[in-house]
């Protein structure tokens, strides 16, 4: 493989080149590792600092859909729905013993349903589809996104309105 081909290269280009002694390259690795922690750390920080209340409206919404005997129903693309995973994983197994499992899907971890819906109707349809078939009025929605205007999740959140004439409490939220 030459040196243009190694993948390695684009992404940590100063420890190609000269030769390095060992010593040297792991001291540049770890302070690359530092870095990208501590950006990390900034970013929740600041995520936390300016959307503490939107995240309390949040859990009290969550909890209303739970005491009104509602689902939980999450979506997201790509990372985005490994979150809106984990996020319906912690009502269905709650790590705090004791507690009872609460309803909440991840409509994001159904390949076929997925996959059959991108494939013949298109991919903005997988969540409305979902959403179309599962939820009822007093269920609630949560989306997962980066850009916060993924077609596929806006048309999941316009389906969902339509429960709200009759119920309130679904969909009157998302979080991202």
């Known amino acids: 493989m030459s040196k ?3 993948p390695l290269q684009s992404l940590y280009p100063f420890l190609h080149g000269e030769a390095k002694d060992t010593d040297a390259k792991n001291a540049t690795l770890l302070e690359s590792v530092r870095q990208k922690a501590q950006h990390s750390l900034d970013i929740k920080q600041r995520f936390f600092t300016d959307n503490a209340q939107a995240l309390i409206n949040v859990a009290h919404a969550v909890a209303q859909v739970y005491h009104h005997k509602g689902r939980i129903f999450t979506m997201g693309n790509g990372g985005s729905s490994c979150d809106a995973a984990h996020f319906a994983v912690e009502f269905q197994h709650p790590v705090t013993t004791g507690r009872p499992a609460l309803p909440a899907m ?6 076929a349903m997925i996959s059959a819906v991108s494939n013949d109707i298109g991919v903005e349809h997988i969540f409305l589809r979902q959403i179309d078939a599962h ?3 007093g269920d609630g929605l949560v989306g997962f996104s980066t850009s916060g205007n993924s077609d596929n999740l806006m048309a999941g959140f316009r389906k969902a309105r339509e429960f709200a004439p009759h119920h309130h409490r679904f969909c009157r939220w998302r979080w991202w």
Not at 106 to 111: E, H, M, N, Y
């Open 4 to 6: 243009t081909d190694d």
């Open 106 to 111: 991840a409509l994001c971890v159904d390949t």
């Open 135 to 137: 939820a009822r009025a």
